[in-house]
């Protein structure tokens, strides 16, 4: 887990978050001022630091600005009152990752906590570039064909300049990864890496969160919030599924390329803002700009750099390679002997067709894993994983049908008479349902809109399949 730094002349608030982050399995050091935090900052850089802003001594403004000069890409949530939310909101602007009103509820700093480390760990984790023993060791982009030697390539010649790049790419193809890649090897590369995912975040919010608003711009806007475009200031955007992002929003975000300002919500002055946007999106772009879903001007904006991304059908050369990649960073994490595959087991990966993409050839070796003991990892193993993988495909058929057709053999003979036909609806029915919440982002309303069903039936089958999905998105 994490080690959280917490910055606070309250005795009694330390000894609170330390018995709470403690329990949430991070390793919590605590400061009683802003002088003492920055020398632990100095000692040992923490992965995140929750500090409040009046402090005697030096305060939390000023400490921040210290600590992010001996680590720029450090990430902190600041604590203030309702006096003091300009001075916190002067510290998001200067990089920190949010800030919360005192008193605060247990359940929101967690949840505040929880995202900015996971910014913090977007920013800090190298992107990999080929199966080397380095890219072992956190996430990689990895492959030798042609197809991959072009993305590293593109990766090289963009990254370096300032051009807006678009990703393109079926659903799983690691976009994300490729945008990190730009981002690590970018003259930015010290600067804030914010990711926003335009399907994720329900329409009515993603104005907000990309812009921020003023005070009074809407019920309940009860302070000024400066938003993830104002905050990424010298930094990167990533915009993922830019071609789900609503007309409106397409206005602003045009905006932004041309002039280089935002507004935020219920503002009238316009704000400058220096930022590099990466997007990317698994849309068809040109059918959305005919159909008017897709503003045509954005869509030549967008298109200065654009990387393709190849699907995994079309470099299978590369599954021998992805494979060993993901069983020896899945066994590392999970502290146990790499098993290996069997050359059967290489072959069945190879012929699959891997709608999902790397993604689910990722879960799915990591789901054999978990259930292998210890001997390589057979045909039979991989075929079970597909079946019941959750990634991408409802036990996809290979290209005879085989995958399918060899799980449906077998839970027929093995539960014969045993309500069989329910079970394997069922199955395949909790299949597609996580595909379509996959492909929206958790978004419920879209997925029952994807799947031709009504929300509450959605919401029922949801219930029904004991589904825990990642992004709660109404």
Known sequence: MAEILIVDDDLHLRQS??????????????????????????????????????????????????MRKVDPKLQAIIMTAFGTTETAIEATKMGAFDYVLKPFDIPDILDLIRRALEAGALMRGRVGLG???????????????????????AIGRAAPTDALVLIRGESGTGKELVARAVYQ??????????????????????????????????????????????????????????GDMPLVIQAKILRLLQEKKIERLGGREPIPVDVRIIAAT?????????????????????????????????RREDIPLLADYFLARFSRDMDMPNPGLTPEAVE???????????????????????????????????????????AGTASAESEGGETLASFVRRTLTEKAGENAFDQLMDHVGRLVIREALEITGGNRTRAARLLGLSRPTLLARIEKYGLRIGAQVS
């Not at 929750?50 to 210290?66: E, H, K, N, S």
């Not at 709608?355 to 990892?377: D, M, Q, Y």
């Open 348 to 390: 069945a990966l190879a012929s699959h067709p891997w709608p999902g993409n790397v993604r689910e050839l990722g879960n799915t070796l990591h789901k054999a894993l978990i259930f292998s003991r210890g001997a390589p990892l057979t045909r039979e193993d991989v075929f079970t994983a597909v079946g019941g993988s959750c």
């Open 17 to 66: 978050f330390e018995k709470l982050l403690a329990g949430e399995g991070h390793t919590v050091r605590a400061a009683a001022s802003g002088e003492a935090g920055l020398r632990m900052v100095e000692e040992r850089s923490p992965d995140l630091v929750v500090m409040d802003v009046r402090m005697p001594g030096m305060d939390g403004l000023t400490a921040f600005q210290a």
């Open 131 to 153: 199966p080397s023993v380095e890219a072992e060791r956190g996430e990689a982009l990895v492959g030798t064909g042609k197809a991959m030697n072009e993305v590293y390539k």
């Open 282 to 314: 698994n849309r068809d772009l040109e059918a959305a700009v005919s159909e008017g879903r897709f503003r045509e001007d954005l869509y030549y904006r967008l298109k200065v750099v654009t990387l393709n991304l190849p699907p995994l059908r079309e």
């Open 185 to 242: 090897h970018s003259l930015r590369a010290d600067r804030p890496f914010l990711v926003i995912n335009c399907v994720a975040i329900p329409e009515t919010l993603l104005e907000s969160e990309l812009f921020g608003y003023e005070k009074g711009a809407f019920t309940g806007a009860s302070a000024r919030r400066v938003g993830k475009i104002e905050q990424a200031n010298r930094g990167t955007v990533f915009l993922d599924e830019i």
